[in-house]
C-alpha cells in the first residue's frame, strides 16, 4: 500500500499549488484509502483536511515539515495526542518562540528527509532514505509551469528567471504504481509499517473552552441573576411586570443549561468599559437584542419587549450551534478595546482569528500575464471579460481564450489559492486556558496573536468567537457630539434621545439622507419616501425590505400601509401577528410567531424550522413541512388552509429579516438624523472627514451650501486634520491637499501652536513652515489650495502675488531678523502684482482645482442659484461643473458669469467667459465669437449648454 506521505498544500504559501480536495481526490480517484496533508510549518489547513476526508472517507494523516537543529524533519501525528504535540511546535515556531524538540515527540513519528541521525530519543525515528517518500507539490507534471509562475509572482520577478530550474519537475502526485516502480521493496514495506502506527481521530470536545469570568460556574451564574434583578427593578421602576420577570426568568434558564453565562458576563464587562472609556456602543447587532438579559445587561439598547423581538431567535436550546454576541464599536476605537480584553484576561487566551486572502480569477490572470510578459494594457482588457466570483466557471469561450491559453490554464490553475493571511475583520476568540494548547496560533507583525484556524473550524473546538464590528458612522457621531459640546456647549447623549420627533420623520420623509447610516442610496433614498416614516419601527421596515428578494414584497407593502382597511388577513391570529407590517411577513420573527400559532410549536422548535424553510434542503423540508401540515391540521386548521398557511410561510421564510437587527440599526439610522437636522454643521463637518467617494463629496458639499453654510478653502490658521466648523463655515482638512500627508500636517499644526494657536503674519507663516522643513513644492501647494488666502487679504496682497514672489521669500527665511522681519536680498526683489488679469484667474483656478480636487467657492451662494435650479431644473436637467468637468460629459449646466474677456488675435474675435456654480468654476474660450456672446452680463445667472471639449454651444439668460 501506498500514500503520498510529504504533500504540502497550498497553505505552504508559494510552495506547492495543491488545494485539500486535489489531495483527497486524488486518494480517492486512485483508490488509495489514505491522504496525507504535511505542510511546512504551518497548521492551515488540519482541520479542513480532517472534516474532508472524513466525508470522503478517506483516513487522514496529518503531519507538518519543520527546520529543527538545520535538519529539514518531517513530523506525523500517530493520534490526537501527536497532533496536538504537532500544533503545539507550529506555535511555537509561528510566534518566533524557542523549543525543545524533545518535549513534543510523544506520538509523533519523526522522518529526517536529510538522513540526518538527530540526537532525539525515539522509538518513531527513520530516514528518509529507508522509506517510499517523495515530496509532492502538484498533482502531475504538467502544473510545473503553473508552480513555476507561482514562485515568480511570489518573488515578483518574470517567469524566464525560472527557466533553468528542474527543483518541481518531479514533485507531483504518485500513484500506486508509480510508486512500485520508483521505490524498492523494503522502501514500501517500511512506508505501510508507519501507517499502521496511524490512527488520527479527532474528539471535539462538548463542553465550552471560555474564559471564567468569576472562580466558579456557580459564583458567574449568581453574579448574572443578582445583576439583571437589580437593572429590571430600576427599569421597571419598581414595579412589577409579569411579562418581563417572566422573561428574564426564561431567559436566565436557557443561558445556564447552554453555558452561556460567562460569555454573557465577559461582554457586559467589555461594554461597561468601553461606557466609561466615552467609546460610543451601538445600540446592538443582530439578534442579541432579542434578549431581555442582553438589555438589561447594557449590552443593547433595545427593549426587546417593546418591539416584540424574540429570544429564541438568538439563543436556542434545540440549536446545536451557539450565536455569539456581535458589538458594533467605533472604527477609530477598536484597538482600544481589544488591548483591554488581552490585558484583562491573558494575552495567552484572547487572539484574532486568521482569514485568507485568495486569488479571484482577475487577480490570478492578471499575476500570472504580469510574470508572462503581457501587457498590462491588455490584462486589463481581458480582465473586463471575467466575472469575478466565477471562481470555477468555464472560460473556454471567452473571446481571449484561444488566443492565450495557457494565460487562462495557468490562471485558473491559480484560482483560490492563498496568498496570504490577514486577521478577520471583527472576530476575536478567548478561551480559559493557553490558547495553543487547543489551537495552533501565530503572532503577527504587531505582536498580536491570531489563531492558525479559520472561523469555521473553531466552534467544534469548543471555541467561541466574539464579534468587535468596527462601524465608522459610530466614530463619525462620537466625533460630532465632540464638536456639539466644543462649539456650541451643549452636551449629547444619544442613548437618551427619544424616538419620537416629528421634524426627524418628516426631514427623513423628505429625502434628505444624504450621509446618514445606510439610507443615503438611491433606492433607500425613495422608499423611504414612498413610506413616509413615522416611528422607529417604519425606518426598520425600510431596512428590512430594501435587500434582494424581499424587493418582491415592496409595492404590497407600499400599498397594503396606504389602504390598510382593504386589507384581508387569513384569519384573527394573522391580523395580530402581521398588521404591523401589513401583512407582509417582513420579519423571521413575524414566521416564528405563525409557526407556533399554526403548528403549536415552541418558539424554539419554530425557529429551527424556519431555519431549514430559508435554507430550501428539499429533503429535509419536505419531512419537516409533513410534520408541520400533520400539527396544524391537529390544531383545527382545513387542509386548505394549512396549505394556504404553508405557501404564505415559504414565500417569506427565505426573505423575512432579523427584526432585532433591524430595529438597532434604525435606531443608528435616527442617531445620525437627529444630529444632521438639529446640528447640521457640526454634523455635515464629521460627513466631510470621512468621505472619500467624490461623487458624494460633491453631493454633500451642495447640500451644504443650498442650507446656507459656507465651505471655506484651506486656511493655514484654521484647517486641521479633519474638517473643521465654526458658527455657520465649514474648514476643510489639511487632508484634501494632494501630496500632503500625516507628517506634514502634523508639522504644521505643531508649529502653530508653538506660534500661539495662530500665525499673525504672512512672513510669520512662511518663516515657521520653511525652519520645520516645509518644502517649497509644499508651500506653493498650500498656497494654490487658498491655505494663505486670509493673511494675505490682511496685507493686501492676492493669491498671484504669492505665487510669484514664494520662492524669493522663503529663501529669505536665512536673513530675517529677531522679529521675524524679512530681509530680502536686493539680486531678487519682491515683485509687485497690481492687475489680476483673466489668465492669471484661469491658471491660479486650475492650479487650485489640481491641488484640492475641487473647486471650492469662497462664498455663500446667493439664494438665486437654488431658485432658479428649482424653477428651470425639470425643463433642463442641469449637471454641475464638476460634473462636466471630471466626467468629461456635455449637458446644461446652471452657472452665473464672474467675468468676460474679450480681445482679438490675428483678426479674429475672441471671448474668455469665467463660470462659476456651487461645485467649482470653468473658464471657456469661444474663438470666433459672435454677436450674441456680447449680450452675456457679468454676475448673471445663465443656462449653459457645454460639450466635452468644454466649449460653449448655447446659453440662455434665466429669469426668477
Given at each position: 500500500?501506498?500514500?503520498?506521505?510529504?504533500t504540502?498544500?497550498?497553505?505552504?504559501?508559494?510552495?506547492?499549488?495543491?488545494?485539500?480536495?486535489?489531495?483527497?481526490?486524488?486518494?480517492?480517484?486512485?483508490?488509495?484509502?489514505?491522504?496525507?496533508?504535511?505542510?511546512?510549518?504551518?497548521?492551515?489547513g488540519n482541520?479542513?483536511?480532517?472534516q474532508k476526508?472524513?466525508?470522503a472517507?478517506i483516513k487522514?494523516?496529518?503531519?507538518m515539515?519543520?527546520?529543527?537543529?538545520?535538519?529539514?524533519?518531517?513530523?506525523?501525528?500517530?493520534?490526537?495526542?501527536?497532533l496536538?504535540?504537532?500544533?503545539?511546535?507550529?506555535?511555537?515556531?509561528?510566534?518566533?518562540?524557542?523549543?525543545?524538540?524533545?518535549?513534543?515527540?510523544?506520538?509523533?513519528?519523526?522522518?529526517?528527509?536529510?538522513?540526518?541521525?538527530?540526537?532525539?530519543?525515539?522509538?518513531d525515528?527513520?530516514?528518509?532514505?529507508?522509506?517510499?517518500?517523495r515530496?509532492?507539490?502538484?498533482?502531475?507534471?504538467?502544473d510545473?509551469?503553473?508552480?513555476k509562475?507561482?514562485?515568480?509572482?511570489?518573488?515578483?520577478?518574470?517567469?524566464?528567471?525560472?527557466?533553468?530550474?528542474?527543483?518541481?519537475?518531479?514533485?507531483?502526485?504518485l500513484?500506486?504504481?508509480q510508486?512500485?516502480?520508483?521505490?524498492?521493496?523494503?522502501?514500501?514495506?517500511?512506508?505501510e509499517q508507519?501507517?499502521?502506527k496511524?490512527?488520527?481521530?479527532?474528539?471535539?470536545?462538548?463542553?465550552?473552552?471560555?474564559?471564567?469570568?468569576t472562580?466558579?460556574?456557580?459564583?458567574?451564574?449568581?453574579?448574572?441573576?443578582?445583576i439583571?434583578?437589580?437593572?429590571?427593578?430600576?427599569?421597571?421602576?419598581?414595579?412589577?411586570?409579569?411579562?418581563?420577570?417572566?422573561?428574564?426568568k426564561?431567559?436566565?434558564k436557557?443561558?445556564?443549561?447552554?453555558?452561556?453565562?460567562?460569555?454573557?458576563?465577559?461582554?457586559?464587562?467589555?461594554?461597561?468599559w468601553?461606557?466609561?472609556?466615552?467609546?460610543?456602543?451601538?445600540p446592538g447587532?443582530?439578534?442579541?437584542?432579542g434578549?431581555?438579559?442582553?438589555?438589561?445587561?447594557?449590552?443593547t439598547?433595545?427593549?426587546?419587549?417593546?418591539?416584540?423581538?424574540?429570544?429564541?431567535?438568538?439563543?436556542?436550546?434545540?440549536?446545536?450551534?451557539?450565536?455569539d454576541?456581535?458589538?458594533?464599536?467605533?472604527?477609530?476605537?477598536?484597538?482600544e478595546?481589544?488591548?483591554?480584553?488581552?490585558?484583562?484576561y491573558?494575552?495567552?487566551?484572547?487572539?484574532s482569528?486568521?482569514?485568507?486572502?485568495?486569488?479571484k480569477?482577475?487577480?490570478?490572470?492578471?499575476d500570472a500575464?504580469?510574470?508572462?510578459?503581457?501587457?498590462?494594457?491588455?490584462?486589463?482588457?481581458?480582465?473586463?471579460?471575467l466575472?469575478?466570483?466565477?471562481?470555477n466557471g468555464?472560460?473556454r469561450?471567452n473571446?481571449?481564450?484561444?488566443?492565450?491559453?495557457?494565460?487562462?490554464?495557468?490562471?485558473?490553475?491559480?484560482?483560490?489559492?492563498?496568498?496570504?493571511?490577514?486577521?478577520?475583520a471583527?472576530?476575536?476568540?478567548?478561551?480559559?486556558?493557553?490558547?495553543?494548547?487547543?489551537?495552533?496560533?501565530?503572532?503577527?507583525?504587531?505582536?498580536t496573536?491570531?489563531?492558525?484556524?479559520?472561523?469555521?473550524?473553531l466552534?467544534?473546538?469548543g471555541v467561541?468567537?466574539?464579534?468587535?464590528?468596527?462601524?465608522?458612522y459610530?466614530?463619525?457621531?462620537?466625533?460630532?457630539?465632540?464638536?456639539i459640546k466644543?462649539?456650541?456647549?451643549e452636551?449629547?447623549?444619544?442613548?437618551?434621545?427619544?424616538?419620537?420627533d416629528t421634524?426627524?420623520?418628516?426631514?427623513?420623509?423628505q429625502?434628505?439622507?444624504?450621509?446618514?447610516?445606510?439610507?443615503e442610496?438611491?433606492g433607500m433614498?425613495?422608499?423611504?419616501?414612498?413610506i413616509?416614516?413615522?416611528n422607529?419601527?417604519?425606518?426598520?421596515?425600510?431596512?428590512?425590505?430594501?435587500?434582494?428578494?424581499?424587493?418582491?414584497?415592496?409595492?404590497?407593502?407600499?400599498?397594503?400601509?396606504?389602504?390598510?382597511?382593504?386589507?384581508?388577513?387569513?384569519?384573527?391570529?394573522?391580523?395580530?401577528i402581521?398588521?404591523p407590517?401589513?401583512?407582509?411577513?417582513?420579519?423571521?420573527?413575524?414566521?416564528?410567531?405563525?409557526?407556533?400559532?399554526?403548528?403549536?410549536?415552541?418558539?424554539?422548535?419554530?425557529?429551527?424550522?424556519?431555519?431549514?424553510?430559508?435554507k430550501k434542503?428539499?429533503?429535509?423540508?419536505?419531512?419537516?413541512?409533513?410534520k408541520?401540515?400533520?400539527?396544524?391540521?391537529?390544531?383545527?386548521?382545513?387542509?386548505s388552509q394549512?396549505?394556504k398557511i404553508?405557501?404564505?410561510?415559504?414565500?417569506?421564510?427565505?426573505?423575512?429579516?432579523?427584526?432585532?437587527?433591524?430595529?438597532?440599526?434604525?435606531?443608528?439610522?435616527?442617531?445620525?438624523?437627529?444630529l444632521?437636522?438639529?446640528?447640521?454643521?457640526?454634523?455635515?463637518?464629521?460627513?466631510?472627514?470621512?468621505?472619500?467617494?467624490e461623487?458624494?463629496?460633491?453631493?454633500l458639499?451642495e447640500?451644504?451650501?443650498?442650507?446656507?453654510y459656507?465651505l471655506?478653502?484651506?486656511?493655514i490658521?484654521?484647517s486641521?486634520?479633519?474638517?473643521?466648523?465654526?458658527n455657520?463655515?465649514?474648514?476643510p482638512?489639511?487632508?484634501i491637499?494632494?501630496?500632503?500627508g500625516?507628517?506634514?500636517?502634523?508639522?504644521?499644526?505643531?508649529i502653530?501652536?508653538?506660534?500661539?494657536?495662530?500665525?499673525?503674519t504672512?512672513?510669520?507663516a512662511?518663516?515657521?513652515?520653511?525652519?520645520?522643513?516645509?518644502?517649497?513644492?509644499?508651500?506653493?501647494k498650500?498656497?494654490?489650495?487658498?491655505?494663505?488666502?486670509?493673511?494675505?487679504?490682511k496685507e493686501?496682497?492676492?493669491?498671484?502675488?504669492?505665487?510669484?514672489?514664494?520662492?524669493?521669500?522663503?529663501?529669505?527665511?536665512?536673513?530675517?531678523?529677531?522679529?521675524?522681519?524679512?530681509i530680502?536680498?536686493p539680486?531678487?526683489?519682491?515683485?509687485d502684482?497690481e492687475?489680476?488679469?483673466?489668465?492669471?484667474q484661469?491658471?491660479?483656478?486650475e492650479?487650485?482645482l489640481?491641488?484640492?480636487?475641487?473647486?471650492?467657492?469662497k462664498?455663500?451662494?446667493?439664494?438665486?442659484?437654488?431658485?432658479?435650479?428649482?424653477?428651470?431644473?425639470e425643463?433642463l436637467?442641469?449637471?454641475t461643473?464638476e460634473?462636466?468637468?471630471?466626467?468629461n460629459t456635455?449637458?446644461?449646466?446652471?452657472?452665473?458669469?464672474?467675468?468676460i474677456?474679450?480681445?482679438?488675435?490675428?483678426?479674429?474675435?475672441?471671448?474668455?467667459?469665467?463660470?462659476?456654480?456651487?461645485?467649482?468654476?470653468?473658464?471657456?474660450?469661444?474663438?470666433n465669437?459672435?454677436?450674441?456672446?456680447?449680450?452675456?452680463?457679468?454676475?448673471?445667472?445663465?443656462s449653459?449648454?457645454?460639450?466635452?471639449?468644454?466649449?460653449i454651444?448655447?446659453?440662455?439668460?434665466?429669469?426668477?
Amino acid at each position: 500500500m501506498f500514500v503520498n506521505l510529504w504533500t504540502h498544500s497550498f497553505y505552504s504559501f508559494s510552495k506547492s499549488i495543491l488545494s485539500i480536495d486535489d489531495i483527497i481526490n486524488f486518494s480517492k480517484s486512485n483508490n488509495i484509502p489514505y491522504a496525507a496533508l504535511t505542510d511546512i510549518n504551518v497548521a492551515y489547513g488540519n482541520m479542513e483536511f480532517y472534516q474532508k476526508c472524513l466525508k470522503a472517507n478517506i483516513k487522514p494523516i496529518i503531519g507538518m515539515q519543520i527546520t529543527y537543529e538545520k535538519a529539514q524533519i518531517l513530523l506525523i501525528a500517530k493520534n490526537q495526542n501527536g497532533l496536538c504535540n504537532i500544533n503545539k511546535v507550529s506555535s511555537a515556531i509561528n510566534c518566533k518562540n524557542d523549543f525543545n524538540l524533545s518535549d513534543y515527540i510523544s506520538d509523533v513519528i519523526l522522518i529526517s528527509l536529510e538522513n540526518k541521525i538527530l540526537n532525539i530519543k525515539t522509538p518513531d525515528f527513520y530516514l528518509a532514505k529507508e522509506i517510499a517518500i517523495r515530496e509532492s507539490v502538484m498533482k502531475d507534471s504538467n502544473d510545473t509551469k503553473s508552480l513555476k509562475v507561482l514562485k515568480a509572482i511570489n518573488e515578483n520577478v518574470p517567469l524566464s528567471s525560472f527557466d533553468k530550474l528542474t527543483y518541481f519537475n518531479d514533485k507531483y502526485l504518485l500513484t500506486s504504481d508509480q510508486a512500485n516502480e520508483l521505490f524498492t521493496a523494503n522502501q514500501l514495506s517500511l512506508l505501510e509499517q508507519i501507517i499502521d502506527k496511524i490512527n488520527l481521530v479527532v474528539e471535539l470536545p462538548k463542553p465550552i473552552d471560555f474564559v471564567n469570568f468569576t472562580s466558579s460556574p456557580e459564583a458567574s451564574e449568581s453574579l448574572l441573576k443578582n445583576i439583571c434583578e437589580l437593572k429590571l427593578r430600576d427599569y421597571l421602576k419598581n414595579k412589577k411586570n409579569s411579562v418581563y420577570i417572566e422573561r428574564v426568568k426564561y431567559e436566565l434558564k436557557v443561558i445556564t443549561q447552554m453555558g452561556f453565562v460567562d460569555y454573557f458576563l465577559v461582554v457586559y464587562d467589555i461594554i461597561k468599559w468601553s461606557r466609561e472609556q466615552k467609546i460610543l456602543i451601538g445600540p446592538g447587532r443582530g439578534s442579541s437584542a432579542g434578549s431581555l438579559v442582553a438589555f438589561l445587561l447594557d449590552i443593547t439598547k433595545v427593549d426587546p419587549i417593546k418591539y416584540n423581538l424574540l429570544f429564541e431567535r438568538f439563543l436556542n436550546i434545540e440549536r446545536k450551534n451557539l450565536p455569539d454576541i456581535d458589538i458594533d464599536v467605533p472604527s477609530n476605537r477598536r484597538e482600544e478595546i481589544i488591548t483591554y480584553i488581552s490585558e484583562k484576561y491573558g494575552k495567552n487566551s484572547v487572539a484574532s482569528i486568521v482569514t485568507f486572502q485568495r486569488n479571484k480569477i482577475k487577480a490570478a490572470l492578471k499575476d500570472a500575464g504580469r510574470v508572462l510578459g503581457i501587457k498590462l494594457e491588455l490584462l486589463d482588457l481581458i480582465s473586463k471579460t471575467l466575472k469575478e466570483d466565477e471562481e470555477n466557471g468555464d472560460y473556454r469561450n471567452n473571446q481571449y481564450f484561444e488566443k492565450y491559453p495557457e494565460l487562462f490554464s495557468i490562471a485558473i490553475n491559480l484560482v483560490n489559492v492563498p496568498r496570504q493571511t490577514g486577521k478577520h475583520a471583527a472576530g476575536i476568540v478567548l478561551t480559559s486556558n493557553s490558547l495553543g494548547s487547543i489551537v495552533p496560533i501565530e503572532q503577527n507583525y504587531d505582536g498580536t496573536i491570531t489563531t492558525q484556524y479559520s472561523m469555521e473550524f473553531l466552534e467544534e473546538l469548543g471555541v467561541i468567537k466574539l464579534d468587535l464590528l468596527s462601524l465608522n458612522y459610530l466614530a463619525i457621531i462620537d466625533h460630532c457630539i465632540e464638536l456639539i459640546k466644543n462649539e456650541l456647549g451643549e452636551t449629547i447623549n444619544v442613548y437618551d434621545i427619544t424616538y419620537d420627533d416629528t421634524f426627524i420623520y418628516q426631514e427623513l420623509s423628505q429625502g434628505k439622507t444624504l450621509g446618514l447610516f445606510q439610507i443615503e442610496s438611491y433606492g433607500m433614498t425613495s422608499l423611504i419616501k414612498k413610506i413616509a416614516p413615522k416611528n422607529l419601527e417604519d425606518i426598520s421596515v425600510v431596512l428590512a425590505l430594501y435587500r434582494p428578494g424581499a424587493n418582491a414584497f415592496l409595492n404590497d407593502y407600499i400599498w397594503n400601509k396606504k389602504h390598510p382597511e382593504k386589507i384581508n388577513y387569513i384569519n384573527e391570529q394573522f391580523e395580530k401577528i402581521l398588521s404591523p407590517t401589513y401583512n407582509v411577513a417582513v420579519y423571521q420573527e413575524q414566521i416564528m410567531e405563525i409557526i407556533k400559532v399554526v403548528g403549536n410549536y415552541s418558539l424554539a422548535d419554530a425557529d429551527i424550522f424556519r431555519r431549514i424553510m430559508s435554507k430550501k434542503k428539499k429533503e429535509e423540508l419536505e419531512v419537516q413541512g409533513g410534520k408541520f401540515k400533520t400539527a396544524a391540521l391537529k390544531n383545527g386548521y382545513s387542509e386548505s388552509q394549512v396549505a394556504k398557511i404553508y405557501q404564505f410561510i415559504e414565500n417569506f421564510a427565505g426573505y423575512g429579516f432579523n427584526h432585532s437587527h433591524s430595529i438597532a440599526y434604525a435606531v443608528i439610522v435616527y442617531w445620525t438624523a437627529y444630529l444632521k437636522f438639529k446640528y447640521p454643521v457640526q454634523y455635515l463637518t464629521c460627513i466631510l472627514s470621512t468621505f472619500n467617494n467624490e461623487e458624494k463629496t460633491i453631493k454633500l458639499i451642495e447640500e451644504i451650501r443650498s442650507m446656507g453654510y459656507r465651505l471655506a478653502l484651506p486656511d493655514i490658521n484654521l484647517s486641521k486634520d479633519e474638517f473643521s466648523s465654526t458658527n455657520k463655515t465649514i474648514y476643510p482638512s489639511f487632508f484634501i491637499i494632494k501630496g500632503i500627508g500625516n507628517e506634514t500636517i502634523n508639522k504644521i499644526i505643531s508649529i502653530r501652536q508653538e506660534a500661539g494657536g495662530e500665525f499673525l503674519t504672512l512672513n510669520r507663516a512662511i518663516a515657521d513652515l520653511v525652519k520645520i522643513g516645509i518644502t517649497l513644492e509644499t508651500l506653493k501647494k498650500l498656497c494654490f489650495s487658498g491655505c494663505f488666502d486670509l493673511l494675505l487679504e490682511k496685507e493686501n496682497h492676492s493669491r498671484i502675488w504669492l505665487v510669484t514672489n514664494i520662492e524669493v521669500l522663503a529663501k529669505a527665511l536665512k536673513t530675517s531678523d529677531a522679529y521675524g522681519n524679512f530681509i530680502i536680498n536686493p539680486g531678487k526683489q519682491i515683485q509687485d502684482i497690481e492687475n489680476i488679469t483673466l489668465e492669471s484667474q484661469t491658471f491660479l483656478l486650475e492650479q487650485q482645482l489640481n491641488t484640492i480636487g475641487m473647486t471650492f467657492s469662497k462664498i455663500i451662494p446667493n439664494s438665486d442659484y437654488y431658485d432658479l435650479k428649482s424653477k428651470y431644473d425639470e425643463e433642463l436637467n442641469f449637471k454641475t461643473i464638476e460634473e462636466i468637468v471630471s466626467k468629461n460629459t456635455s449637458g446644461n449646466v446652471l452657472a452665473e458669469v464672474v467675468s468676460i474677456d474679450k480681445f482679438n488675435n490675428a483678426g479674429k474675435k475672441i471671448t474668455k467667459v469665467f463660470l462659476t456654480d456651487t461645485t467649482g468654476s470653468l473658464v471657456i474660450t469661444i474663438f470666433n465669437s459672435n454677436e450674441k456672446y456680447d449680450t452675456l452680463q457679468v454676475n448673471t445667472w445663465y443656462s449653459f449648454f457645454i460639450e466635452k471639449t468644454n466649449t460653449i454651444v448655447d446659453f440662455k439668460k434665466l429669469q426668477d
